[in-house]
């Protein structure tokens, strides 16, 4: 029982193209995130959902677009993709109370 | 400005050897402080986090932490490395209520020699 669950794994695409990820999470948890780890390793914050309200919106090119179905699910969708997009992107979920993050294992965009 | 600094960037130790890692934050509130623990091609796992009470805290695979805010330090410790310990770490700060985002440091990658 995969607790949160990022799919794909691994995306190779080229330039320009339109690719989402999806991301799901059976902890019964309200608030989901999405980080983005650069090939240094540092972790960003990009957006957060809270029963499917946008709470946090990071300085992030307005090509990068969540959607948020329902609370267990958090889709990222990034348009005309660029070289500078390559990065493991990190889902997350965390309960109102601030418990700390359970991340999925997130997935590695290439883009060429 | 909230902000976690980790000032080691890579660490090597021997197996069976004690460990510390450093962490010092910057936070306008009451902090909740974590450690997470990321292996090669995996997502971060939990070690432990303090959000109140005993300074101390225990976490899983053995680790431990010590909040300390006189020093705005939360430094990471084992008595006994073990291979598998061999991994990336990070710190993070986060608020005390809901929907806060956690800032994490830059991460120190910890090396094991047999």
């Known amino acids: 029982d995969t607790a949160v669950s990022q799919t794909p794994k691994y995306l190779v695409t080229q330039m320009g193209n339109d690719k989402s990820i999806k991301c799901e999470q059976n902890?019964?948890?309200?608030?989901m995130y999405w980080y983005k780890q650069d090939s240094k390793k540092f972790l960003k914050i990009m957006f957060s959902?809270?029963?499917?309200?946008?709470?946090i919106n990071e300085t992030v090119p307005n090509r990068f677009s969540p959607k948020s179905p329902d609370k267990a699910h958090l889709n990222l969708h990034i348009n005309s993709l660029e070289l500078g997009d390559s990065a493991v992107y990190f889902c997350?979920?965390?309960?109102?109370?601030?418990?700390?993050?359970?991340f999925g294992s997130g997935t590695r965009l290439t883009v060429v | 400005a909230q902000s976690v600094t980790q000032p080691d960037i890579h660490i090597t130790v021997s197996e069976g050897a004690s460990l510390e890692l450093r962490c010092n934050y910057s936070y306008g509130a009451t902090p909740y402080l974590f450690w997470y623990v990321q292996s090669p091609g995996q997502g971060l796992q939990l070690l432990l986090k303090?959000?109140?009470?005993?300074?101390l805290v225990q976490g899983i695979k053995g680790f431990e932490a010590e909040f300390k805010r006189s020093q705005s330090s939360f430094n990471l410790r084992k008595p006994s490395v073990h291979w598998s310990d061999a991994a990336e770490y990070f710190c993070?700060?986060?608020?005390?209520?809901?929907?806060?985002?956690?800032?994490f440091g830059a991460g120190t990658r910890l090396a094991v020699h047999p």
């Open positions: 303090y959000f109140s009470g005993d300074t």
């Open positions: 993070a700060v986060g608020g005390s209520g809901g929907y806060n985002k956690l800032i």
């Open positions: 902890l019964g948890h309200d608030t």
């Open positions: 959902y809270n029963n499917k309200e946008l709470i």
């Open positions: 997350a979920s965390s309960l109102d109370r601030g418990g700390g993050y359970t």
